[in-house]
């Protein structure tokens, strides 16, 4: 009797290990289960967030892609207090060129008088009050900084010659449309406005424009997303109806054969 009780004390205690280790397996496979279902979700995220539509297919942010440092601090308001001092510098110029109508050189002497004659006499009085003449400092351009503008201006001046030499033979003929659109209302801005009321437009544009697209960023790619998709059925349709029809020049394989 007393080995019938223990081989049934056995058999219950390997039942009871086989159902445990089933527990722990199914509750293993849930788990691994759920850290796929995670992963798959996570992947699933990773990649809607990198199918989202960025204006002119940005992958950066808006600040990275102005350069980053000082420039795009200023461009975005970082420091309002700049940027701000920055703004009404420029408007007071344009006030005083456009609408009081003065003059650049007028406005440069009277400048250059008014902070001569100061200095002048600040430096000829300071030994009759017993003060300290204006420490004037000394300012230079330094050599690094000048040959660094200048090789910038001409990388960009030999790229867009490159660039109107390859319009001008013909061989991208959207690009051609493209330039031809700019500089057409470039021409329609030049008739209605002088040149310092454009530049101020377009300084305006700049110190707006990125500040608000990185506020609204997520509308505006969507919108934005929807034009491009306009634009291109209207592209699509033009060329298939105009400019499939020109006659095309040789090709640079057909000329160097």
């Not at 697209?213 to 699509?236: P, R, S």
Request: hydrophobic letters at 40%; glycine letters at 8%.
């Amino acid at each position: 009797m007393s080995e019938q009780g223990a081989g049934q004390g056995s058999k219950e205690e390997s039942l009871m290990d086989k159902i445990t280790e089933k527990f722990h397996g199914s509750s293993s496979s849930s788990s691994s289960s759920d850290d796929e279902a995670g992963r798959a979700a996570g992947s699933s995220s990773s990649s809607v967030k990198a199918k989202i539509y960025r204006l002119f297919g940005r992958e950066k942010p808006v600040h990275s892609v102005l350069g980053g440092g000082k420039p795009a601090d200023l461009l975005l308001w970082r420091n309002k207090k700049i940027s701000g001092g920055v703004l009404a510098g420029a408007t007071t110029i344009w006030l005083l060129f456009e609408v009081l109508e003065y003059h650049l050189l007028t406005l440069l002497c009277h400048g250059f008088i008014l902070t001569l004659g100061i200095l002048f006499l600040w430096s000829n009085a300071s030994a009759f009050v017993n003060k300290c003449p204006p420490n004037i400092p000394e300012v230079k351009i330094p050599e690094d900084l000048a040959v660094n503008v200048a090789r910038s201006l001409r990388y960009e001046i030999n790229r867009g010659f490159a660039s109107l030499r390859a319009i001008g033979q013909g061989r991208d003929l959207k690009k051609f449309l493209i330039v031809v659109a700019g500089l057409w209302i470039l021409s329609a801005l030049g008739s209605s406005c002088n040149f310092l009321t454009l530049f101020y437009i377009v300084f305006m544009v700049l110190y707006t424009v990125p500040v608000l697209y990185e506020k609204y960023e997520d509308k505006i790619d969507a919108f934005g997303e929807k034009a491009m998709v306009e634009l291109k059925k209207y592209y699509a349709i033009f060329d298939e109806k105009c400019l499939s029809k020109i006659p095309k020049g040789p090709s640079k394989d057909k000329k160097q054969h």
